[in-house]
């Protein structure tokens, strides 16, 4: 198969999650999350992200985002979130649909949000005619393949509770952030103030499964509620279960992390620098921004699978994930290269 940079979703399954998925199909057991490996994967959770950490499994990122922010909001709310997040353009109006409360969308440069950026959406707080902020959601890593240092998350958690709002994380390649700022999961999530996080699995080496992790006991309470008619309690429970404690084991989850992003940084190393092709954000985890030629974007997408990711601008997202090779990245970037200069 061509090397792929489409999206990390499009690699396999980790050999020692398929292993551990394996490994757990002997023999019945308890379900709806009654069985022994669900206890034991929430208790690693809790050890690693803290004993307040309640930790319920899903199968979907959207789903994890849409219904922690569920527990989060009531329909006069407003979610306010950077305009590139995922629960803004890439589901679908789920949020809306499932919350029944409005998004308040944030341009940013970056993909990160700041308290001088969210300061003016406060403005009516109080206010009866507008919906009223109450969540602020920041992707770790962002859309766009930045970071949030864990000051900048403290800054955000602490402009958010001064002002009664909750802080949630879209954390669906949280592990490419900590292996890129070479910190814990603990001093990105709850040591840095986070409410409520969705735990991402699949990206990294499952085959499907997330979490989602809550740091406040009042927002736990009713989860198992909300999970089930959200249609996102798991019978076989056990599966999502083993697949999280292979990740878990022997931090899994940061070397494949370390693996996309080492690929992406490779990869911007050898495009750098090839007429005409300008990368366009900072490249901090698995992703690979750049603008190119509308005719050099056509020519590279009938060889190699990646999306454009801004029309207009001619920018394409080239995604790496811990499947990504060496020799894949320097095949492309060599067709990029080639195509580049064939445009010349
Ligand atoms: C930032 C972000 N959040 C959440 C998701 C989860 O999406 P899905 O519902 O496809 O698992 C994705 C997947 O692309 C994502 O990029």
Known sequence: MQPCFASDNYAGVHPRVLAALAAANDG???????????????????????????????????????????????PHHAVLAAATAHINVDECGAPERHLGCKLMCVDTPDGKLTPELLQPFLLHLGNEHHNQPRVVSITQ????????????????????????????????????AAAALGCGLRELTSGAGVDALSFGGTKNGLMFGEAVVFFRPELAQDFAFIRKQGMQLCSKMRFIAAQFLALLEHDLWRANASQANAMARLLAERVAGVPGVQITQAVQTNAVFASLAPGVIARLQRRFAFYVWNHEQNVVRWMTSFATTGAEVEAFAAAVRQEALADK
């Open 141 to 176: 890593a962002t859309e766009l393949g930045t970071v949030y240092t864990p000051d900048e998350i403290r800054s955000l958690a602490g402009f958010a509770h001064d002002h009664g709002l909750l802080l949630h994380m879209d954390g669906a390649r949280l592990g490419n």
């Open 28 to 74: 019945p057991a308890p379900a709806y999350g009654a069985d022994e490996l669900t206890g034991a994967a929430r208790q690693r959770f809790k050890d690693i992200l803290g004993s307040e950490a309640e930790v319920f499994f899903v199968f979907l990122g959207t789903a994890a985002n849409v219904l922690a922010l569920s527990a989060m909001t009531r």
